[in-house]
């Protein structure tokens, strides 16, 4: 009888330790699937502040190109004693909006993290504060 009651307890252990291995894997499939829809915002905003970057760009490489014709045509027209007064107010206005295109954006207000918060950041863990 006793033989029998310690093998029902060894197996009861041994059922008790799988039930738990399983619940264990579930809460690390469950972080990680969480970790992975993290990541996939993150890219997801990265991909936006990159398209806005690349949109910011053009409109300024736009600007800078119409000025740059602008310039050339004063210049040529310099050259050959021309009248440039008429270039004055375009010139005014592109100069007025090189200025705006080339300002930078108001820069956030972060602090600079360490590289262990950064690290223990991308890990999930307490010492990562934002």
């Known amino acids: 009888m006793a033989k029998i009651s310690s093998l029902l307890f060894v197996m009861a252990l041994l059922t008790s330790l799988h039930a738990y291995e399983a619940h264990r894997t579930g809460k690390f499939d469950e972080a990680l699937e969480k970790d992975l829809h993290k990541a996939e915002a993150q890219i997801e905003e990265d991909l936006k502040a ?18 740059e014709e602008m310039l050339n045509q004063l210049g040529k027209d310099y050259k050959k004693d021309m009248d440039v007064a008429p270039y004055g107010k375009k010139l005014r206005t592109f100069s007025k909006a090189a200025k705006n295109v080339t300002k930078a954006p108001p820069a956030k207000n972060k602090k600079p993290a360490s590289v262990i918060q950064s690290i223990l950041k991308d890990f999930g863990l307490n010492g990562g504060r934002e």
């Open 50 to 67: 990159t398209k806005t970057s690349i949109q910011g760009l053009t409109s300024e490489m736009k600007t800078l190109s119409k000025s």
